[in-house]
């Protein structure tokens, strides 16, 4: 079965760290477009990043530059973001998506129908 599986949430303290894992079944990722979208109850969905995996490049929303790190592992099919600093304010269901061949930049500006496919969201909690 071709499906994202999107972990690594949990609630965590102002200040703390969480890893998220994006892993792909069914398919390689050896050149994808891969990024994670948060949303908060009653705001819209935010591209927060993407990465590129043949090449690395990535992207990241000005609300996280310097606190989260995205990053891929080819061998495992698998994509991280490792949040830390973490802030109330990044409380929101995290998701991660794929679409082949596509730049880092490319896949935060890409809708919803535009995906080739969604992992189920992860709940990120931030208390202050």
């Known amino acids: 079965e071709v499906q994202l599986q999107a972990s690594g949430g949990g609630l965590v303290q102002a200040g703390g760290s969480l890893r998220l894992s994006c892993a792909a079944s069914g398919f390689s990722f050896d050149d994808y477009g891969v990024g994670w979208f948060r949303q908060a109850p009653g705001k819209e969905r935010e591209g927060v990043s993407c990465i590129r995996t043949s090449d690395g490049s990535t992207y990241y929303a000005d609300s996280v530059k310097g606190r989260f790190t995205i990053s891929s592992d080819n061998a495992k099919n698998t994509v991280y973001l490792q949040m830390n600093s973490l802030k109330p304010e990044d409380t929101a269901v995290y998701y991660c998506?794929?679409?082949?061949?596509?730049?880092?930049?490319?896949?935060?500006?890409?809708?919803?129908?535009?995906?080739?496919?969604w992992g189920k969201g992860t709940q990120v909690t931030v208390s202050s």
């Open positions: 998506a794929s679409r082949p061949g596509t730049t880092a930049r490319a896949m935060a500006q890409t809708d919803y129908d535009g995906m080739d496919y």
